[in-house]
């Protein structure tokens, strides 16, 4: 079995769009970034596979709030594409702006923040 690489922060959902898989149908492509990193990554749901079960509550309710996710792990870091078989958990849900605005006020006390003491991975 595949070993996958944890996600050591959570994740804002930034879109939900149903997409033409490669593969013939159509699946959800879910857009993500980050919360500490501002990193970007994404996952494709396919509402034929077993994981829908656990992705199809959480695509509807990112279609319309803002959710943050943690339990992800990664299937290729390289690319930032979560495996859709991470038992992922909706920890944080509300509107979209109001994370927009969260998320924009923490990133901009981060900068602050560096812009004053430093980064803290720095030696």
Not at 18 to 31: A, F, R, T
Not at 48 to 56: D, E, I, P, S, T
Not at 75 to 84: E, F, H, Q, R, V
Request: with cysteine; proline share 3%; aromatic share 12%.
């Amino acid at each position: 079995m595949a070993k996958y690489q944890k996600l050591n922060e959570p994740v804002a959902t930034i879109s939900v769009e149903l997409i033409n898989s490669k593969y013939g149908g159509e699946v959800y492509e879910v857009k993500m970034v980050g919360i500490k990193s501002q990193n970007k990554y994404y996952t494709y749901a396919d509402p034929n596979n077993v994981n829908w079960a656990h992705w199809n509550w959480i695509i509807d309710l990112a279609k319309r709030k803002g959710v943050v996710l943690t339990g992800c792990k990664l299937k290729d870091p390289t690319k930032g594409l979560i495996n859709a078989d991470s038992n992922v958990v909706p920890e944080y849900v509300v509107t979209k702006e109001e994370l927009g605005d969260i998320l924009e006020e923490y990133w901009q006390s981060q900068s602050r923040f560096n812009k004053l003491f430093g980064d803290s991975d720095e030696d």
